[in-house]
């Protein structure tokens, strides 16, 4: 079998956090073609900027054929597809997915094989990827062409778990195809591979892992309101109820990005096919889309209480997650469109995200040099170990920190002086 992956060609259909490792890790083995429809990332890609910092400097060297060109694709054998697949209360968008799926249609050879690794709903790639597939190859399928959905697992910012390392799931209807990828996996994974030949299994998988941490972080978010209320540090109620043996420490917070914050809407896309109820589900995501508007009354209030009268309010961390630069589905910008119209708002970030702030969110990069307070919206380990410089940003001799990310110990063993901290989560 290895030798017959021998000269195999590999395409990559979208370069972000995860398409990009798909492709430098094979690459490392195999002629790797990556495509991206954005003009502007495959500039930067070509010319060695890795604007996701998972690669980083490593992307200068590695061999992948950067190109915007979708006939490039052509000579692929197998053709990856990991665009985005976004979702919010309104419902999910499948569009990416839809638009990559025509391309490689168009663009893939007779016996390729695709391998789709966007997260999507039950019996979307059997019901929608696969027909529409053939539609624009004229391929019968299982005959001309092959499919597998492998769901991605990348946890951004993670430098323990990349992709190389994490356990692949593969599911393919044919069982001679099956084995092939997973050969074709084993030449770049150092972890386990789990295969099947039921994909609407597998796709379902990928939505629970995340559901389950969703209804998790919500009944953190939900204790953490009513210790709030009480006046208890729900830090120290975590703390000393995790010295039992089978505690779930969850932490309590802003849930965005990606997958946590997305993937139970692809599983209630399919709830007039179920018809059970998903209440469960259905209040976890409400909690957790309802903490931004939580934190901003209780800043509100607080202020109030300090008599502060249109305070200049220092955001530092606007990204989605801490110590990644993905500003998708960013929570901090729920907050700040609830306070902007109440305070004068300045920004920081250690991560130059500013164009993607501007283009997803409207807002532009503002900072100041004599705030009345600081919000710590994102823990980014470079914020947290300059807390102290950030602090001499405040003109008052009161150096006001609101807290969300619950980062207080940092916080103490970085600063000398005096302050007031106020934790609003």
Known sequence: MKKALNNKIIAVIGLGYV????????????????????????NLLRKGMDSTKEIGEKIKKCKIDFTNNSNDIKPA?????????????????????????????????????VIFESTVFPGATQDVC???????????????????????????????????????????ENEQK???????????????????DDIRAVESSKLVENIQRDINIALMNELANIHYKLDIDFDKVLKYASSKWNFLNFKPGLVGGHCIGVDTYYLLHKKDDYKESSALLETSRKINETMPQKVAERLIA?????????PKILILGVTYKANTP????????????????????????????????????NFKYRTCENADVILLAVAHVEILKNIANYLKLIKSDKKIIFDITNSHDMIKSSIAGEYIYKKLI
Not at 151 to 163: C, T
Not at 302 to 310: A, G, R, S, Y
Request: proline share 3%; hydrophobic share 40%.
């Open 178 to 196: 099956l084995i092939e990828i997973k050969e074709l996996f084993k030449t770049v994974l150092n972890a386990r591979i789990i295969t099947s």
């Open 302 to 310: 607080n202020l109030e209480k300090m008599k502060m009268v249109n």
């Open 326 to 361: 993905n500003v998708r589905n960013s929570k901090v910008f729920d907050l700040v469109s609830m306070l902007k119209d109440k305070f004068s708002l300045y920004v920081e970030d250690t991560f130059d995200i500013w164009n993607d702030v501007e283009k997803l969110y």
């Open 77 to 113: 054998d197998y053709l990856f597809v990991a665009v985005p697949t976004p979702a919010s209360q309104e419902g999910i968008d499948i569009s990416y997915l839809l638009e990559a799926t025509r391309i490689v249609g168009n663009n893939m050879m007779k016996n390729a094989t």
């Open 19 to 42: 398409g990009l490792q798909t492709a430098y890790y094979f690459s490392k083995k195999f002629k790797v073609i990556g495509f991206d429809i954005s003009v502007e990332k495959i």
């Open 130 to 172: 696969i027909p529409l597939l053939s539609k624009e190859s004229g391929y019968i399928y299982n005959k001309d062409f092959y499919v597998v959905f492998s769901p991605e697992r990348i946890n951004p910012g993670d430098k323990i778990h990349k992709f190389n390392t994490i356990n692949k799931l593969l599911a393919c």
